[in-house]
Each structure stands twice: as C-alpha cells, then as structure tokens.
C-alpha cells in the first residue's frame, strides 16, 4: 500500500510542478512576444535593420544627442557641437 501511495504522490506533485512550469512559460513568453513585437515596430518607424547592432548603434547615437544637449546646456559650444555631429552622423548611418 506505501508504493501506491507514494507513487500518487509523486505524480500528483509532478503535475503540480508541469503546471507551475507551463504557467511560467506562458508568462514569460508574453514578454518576450511583447519586446519582439516592439522591436519590430521601433526599426520599421525608424526604417533601420531589426539587428543587435542596429539597436545598440541606435541607444549610442542617441547618448550622443544627449551628450550633445549636456554640453549645451553647460554653455560648452565646441563640444555641443561635436557631440551633435558624431550623434547625427551615426544616427543617420543607421536609419535609412
């Protein structure tokens, strides 16, 4: 009577983990799905390549522009203006 009991057991809480996992998966994949999707669309608006090297050239060229904004605002022009051309420039390699 112990190996039957023991043997529910296990099964009952093999089902209870396949759920919990399943359930997981099926939450996490909504994340996923979700950034993809927005991805996608951010590289579509911007006419760029859907590629790690494009997103990454994106988030730098626009460090620069903010670079470009600090430097303004602290009254340096030369450096505004270095830091508004390299940002430009990079940004326009990568947006067709």
Same mark, same amino acid.
């Given at each position: 009577?112990?190996?039957d009991?023991?043997?529910?057991?296990?099964?009952?809480?093999?089902?209870?983990?396949?759920?919990?996992?399943?359930? /997981?998966?099926?939450?996490?994949? =909504?994340?996923?799905? +979700?950034?993809?999707? $927005? %991805? #996608?669309?951010?590289?579509? &608006?911007?006419?760029?390549?859907?590629?790690?090297?494009?997103?990454?050239? /994106?988030?730098?060229?626009?460090? =620069?522009?903010?670079a +470009?904004?600090?430097? $303004? %605002? #602290?009254?340096?022009?030369? &450096?505004?203006?270095?830091?508004?051309?390299?940002?430009?420039?990079?940004?326009?390699?990568?947006?067709?």
């Amino acid at each position: 009577m112990q190996v039957d009991f023991f043997g529910w057991l296990g099964q009952a809480l093999g089902t209870v983990i396949r759920y919990i996992v399943d359930g /997981l998966e099926w939450f996490f994949s =909504l994340f996923a799905i +979700a950034g993809h999707n $927005f %991805l #996608r669309g951010l590289s579509e &608006a911007l006419g760029m390549d859907q590629s790690v090297i494009s997103l990454g050239a /994106l988030v730098i060229g626009l460090l =620069l522009l903010v670079a +470009a904004i600090r430097a $303004f %605002l #602290r009254r340096s022009i030369v &450096a505004g203006v270095i830091w508004l051309i390299l940002g430009l420039w990079l940004l326009s390699w990568i947006i067709h």
